[in-house]
């Protein structure tokens, strides 16, 4: 089994940076990727960026040029150093693990975080 638990939420006023936390347990023999989404009281969640298996990241247009992604390998951790930091950030953030497809070796299999609350006040 694949357990992801994160940390590093909290809340800050506009301008301000935060980094979240996603470490992963369990077996990961197979590919995968992982993604940062958050999620806003009455709104959808949404995409905010992601970490390919071999290193390829991607970002939401909305956090462009102020997050980063990045993972450490040895301690199977992703992390998100989000900086200039806006009330518009307010969410939950969860992170996602998604199993790399191999057809007869590794199935799909997907895995979310608990969650961390991030609040920006202005």
């Known amino acids: 089994q694949v357990q992801l638990v994160e940390s590093g939420g909290g809340s800050v006023h506009a301008g301000g940076s935060l980094r979240l936390s996603c470490a992963t347990s369990?077996?990961?023999?197979?590919?995968?990727?992982m993604t940062w989404y958050r999620q806003a009281p009455g709104k959808e969640r949404e995409f905010v960026s992601s970490?390919?298996?071999?290193?390829?990241?991607s970002y939401a247009d909305s956090v462009k040029g102020r997050f980063t992604i990045s993972q450490d390998k040895a301690k199977n951790t992703v992390y998100l150093q989000m900086n200039s930091l806006k009330p518009e950030d307010t969410a939950m953030y969860y992170c996602?693990?998604?199993?790399?497809?191999?057809?007869?070796?590794?199935?799909?299999?997907?895995?979310w975080g608990q969650g961390n609350q991030v609040t920006v006040s202005s």
């Open positions: 970490i390919a298996s071999g290193g390829t990241t």
């Open positions: 369990g077996y990961t023999y197979c590919r995968y990727d």
């Open positions: 996602k693990r998604t199993q790399t497809v191999v057809a007869g070796t590794c199935p799909f299999l997907s895995s």
